[in-house]
């Protein structure tokens, strides 16, 4: 049934339970110091992360500032074309009646050239 333990197997055990306790404590120190490094990292990367997201977004809005701008250029652009577009059908009609008015001397003067010679 129950064996009488001697008490050097009872200080055997003793020892093994002591040592076995100090490995436990090692390895919880060194759980400790990687969660210590594992924290240090990972505070590192999500530096870097919000940094970058920080550049992205002044990028982006630098990106959407110019596309405003050339928005505003363009709009601009084509208003400006429709204004020549207007000055041009302007032009062209003082050059039609320009062309009919020296049309219309030329012939009178011919007229006047071929019906009224003795003047």
Do not use: C, H, Y
Not at 28 to 33: F, S, Y
Not at 36 to 49: G, L, P, S, Y
Not at 67 to 72: D, M, Q
Not at 113 to 118: E, G, P, V
């Amino acid at each position: 049934m129950s064996e009488p333990v001697t008490q050097s197997q009872l200080a055997e055990v003793l020892e093994t339970m002591k040592a076995m306790q100090a490995q436990l404590a090692e390895l919880t120190l060194e759980v400790k110091v990687g969660q210590a490094e594992i924290r240090e990292k990972f505070n590192t990367v999500d530096q870097k992360f919000q940094t970058m997201e920080a550049k992205f977004e002044e990028k982006l809005n630098t990106i959407e500032a110019k596309i405003e701008a050339v928005r505003l250029e363009v709009q601009t652009n084509r208003e400006q074309l429709v204004d020549l577009g207007k000055r041009q059908g302007s032009t062209e009609n003082r050059l039609w009646a320009l062309l009919v008015a020296l049309f219309l001397m030329v012939v009178g003067l011919l007229a006047k050239i071929t019906l009224f010679d003795q003047v």
